[in-house]
């Protein structure tokens, strides 16, 4: 069991734009189910007290809205007295379309392939963070789900937060990586870029600025010696090898500014546009800090008419504030958040494998003598039976796998029950769920290439033979399928028409028979074989969200979890 956050701790877990149908029906089921088991198994600390706020229904508000809607909920619940709490705020993101094993539960319950029983993303958030509070004044510590950062100081260094207005790790990244994250542009003759942790304030704050824009700024340094900037001339080939900018991660805020952006969204009345609590916060920060980003709204899944208003009061609002840096030379910054990123970390040699030491086999049953198992495949609190075999970089995780299951190369199996002969190929994605509909238990499978894009849309039927489903034109998969183009063949009313929102997937009375059909769905389109879905029930991904029966996912999890715990306990009476 971990230790104990802090006293007078709180955990807050905010659900910024996911499954909107969903959360409206079944509140906080999802994540305060989750916690209760966990805090029954004392896998958490006992001493914090844990929230789980929702987003209010409407438009989607990004995590920065989340942020603001969090800072209501806690002065609901605890009034004044919530000023002088250490919190820590993790955003749970999005739809989670780039990760959907993460979508039903959530990306802060994501499984890791260490522990016994298996560590989450909240057990490992909980102790990268550990040190925190007993260096924190009362604040706000704002994180995200997805991401993992690992660092390194010195004997007598400490990470404090205590400084007034706003504090930042920033991690040394490559430029491409710079390009997908913040990154702070730093006196260059502040800091040395050589030594574990430095202090410092920062000039300006850049959200996904391209490579130029980071010269222009001054955000550019060569690795090691942060004193000198790279411009965008005479630079050898050595230097632009070993060229850095520092990005973002964390960040921290006193309650000076937490109350004054309360009374910001309380004057607002109705958030009705996306804010991104990085971008929309951080960019206002700093003596170089301009009003220019208000404007910008690329980085926008949705651009609503009050957006560029709420940027510029929050920008009015929060200028002149500080931003101090804590520079952690010695550090990793790593995000999970896609299919390709979880492959990569958990099974290939990865420096964040190394590192957090992940293993092959986390607690899970399989049969070593039965050479079933790839070494760099990872199994995660899974039962897998004498005979099966898992391809080489594979995961799989919360499932039961047959005697004659074959999985290929780089796939990801989870929440299902494969008990059929069956050759599952490479680059597969399965997830099955548990639906409730009309109060009857069903289940659905969701199967896709780990490289399709899920967030991809079009906005008219027209164009939907742009869409990819395991390298296969939709429109030639739905004819193997003997599904009709038609006004409703997806779920979405906002003319978001794609794989996400497309009703493909049948509804079935088991969990395998769910699975046997989705993969023979599959197998059809490879073979361009007809199948038809005649007679099914089906339902998009989206609406498999909205109708997920938590409590039966659950329960099929915490079977494994039993039935390993048995097994193992068997075998060691049996010594």
């Excluded at 504030?321 to 995000?335: D, E, G, I, P, R």
């Excluded at 070494?375 to 799989?396: D, K, M, N, R, T």
Aim: some cysteine; aromatic content about 10%.
């Amino acid at each position: 069991m971990l230790a104990p956050w802090a006293e007078e701790a709180q955990w807050v877990r905010t659900d910024s734009g996911s499954q909107r149908e969903s959360r409206q029906r079944e509140g906080n089921i999802p994540y305060g189910h989750q916690l209760a088991e966990k805090l029954s198994r004392k896998e958490l600390p006992l001493g914090v007290r844990y929230h789980v706020f929702v987003d209010p229904p409407g438009p989607k508000i990004g995590n920065g809205g989340s942020t603001l809607h969090a800072l209501q909920c806690l002065e609901d619940l605890y009034g004044d007295k919530w000023t002088s709490f250490i919190v820590l705020l993790i955003h749970s993101g999005g739809y989670s379309q780039r990760l959907p094993n993460a979508s039903a539960l959530g990306k802060i319950f994501t499984a890791l392939p260490f522990g016994n029983p298996v560590y989450q993303m909240l057990e490992l958030k909980l102790a990268m963070y550990i040190d925190f509070p007993s260096h924190m004044k009362p604040g706000i510590l704002v994180t995200c789900s997805d991401d993992i950062e690992l660092y390194s100081t010195g004997a007598t260094e400490t990470i404090t937060f205590d400084k007034p207005g706003f504090t930042a790790l920033a991690h040394p990244s490559d430029l491409t990586v710079g390009t997908t994250h913040g990154v702070f542009v730093l006196d260059p003759s502040g800091f040395s870029g050589k030594g574990g942790l430095e202090y410092m304030s920062c000039h300006h704050f850049l959200h996904k600025p391209d490579i130029e824009t980071m010269r222009q700024c001054g955000a550019v340094c060569v690795r090691g010696d942060c004193s000198q900037l790279s411009s965008s001339r005479d630079r050898s080939d050595s230097e632009t090898d070993s060229e850095c900018v520092y990005t973002d991660s964390i960040f921290y805020m006193d309650h000076s500014i937490a109350k004054q952006l309360l009374t910001f969204y309380k004057q607002i009345g109705t958030l009705c546009c996306e804010i991104d609590a990085y971008g929309d916060f951080l960019q206002a920060l700093g003596p170089g800090a301009t009003k220019d980003y208000t404007k910008n709204t690329s980085n926008v899944t949705k651009e609503e008419s009050q957006l560029v208003e709420v940027r510029q009061k929050l920008c009015s609002l929060l200028k002149g504030t500080t931003l101090n840096v804590t520079v952690l030379n010695n550090s990793k910054f790593y995000h999970i958040g896609t299919t390709q990123e979880y492959l990569f970390h958990f099974t290939s040699n990865s420096k964040l494998k190394f590192e957090l030491e992940l293993l092959s086999v986390a607690f899970s049953i399989y049969s070593d003598k039965a050479g079933t198992l790839d070494q760099s495949a990872s199994i995660i609190q899974s039962i897998l039976e004498p005979g099966c075999f898992i391809g080489s970089g594979s995961v799989i995780e919360y499932s039961r796998i047959g005697p004659e299951v074959s999985v290929g190369k780089n796939s990801i199996i989870s929440g299902s029950y494969v008990n059929l002969k069956v050759d599952i190929p490479s680059n597969c994605f399965l997830s099955s769920l548990s639906i409730k509909i009309n109060n009857q238990v069903n289940y659905v499978s969701m199967v896709f290439s780990v490289e399709d894009d899920l967030k991809k849309s079009v906005k008219l039927m027209s164009d939907i033979h742009s869409l990819q489903f395991f390298g296969v034109s939709l429109l030639e998969c739905l004819d193997l399928w003997g599904i009709k183009v038609s006004d409703q063949l997806f779920s979405s009313e906002n003319t978001r028409l794609g794989l996400w929102t497309a009703r493909i997937f049948p509804v079935c009375s088991t969990l395998s028979e769910s699975v046997r059909i989705s993969l023979t769905m599959l197998n059809s389109v490879q073979h361009m074989s007809a199948f038809k879905l005649n007679g099914f029930k089906l339902l998009s991904v989206e609406e498999m969200l909205a109708y997920k029966d938590v409590e039966d996912m659950l329960k099929f999890r915490k079977q494994i979890y039993n039935e390993i715990l048995l097994r193992r306990r068997k075998e060691k009476s049996d010594l």
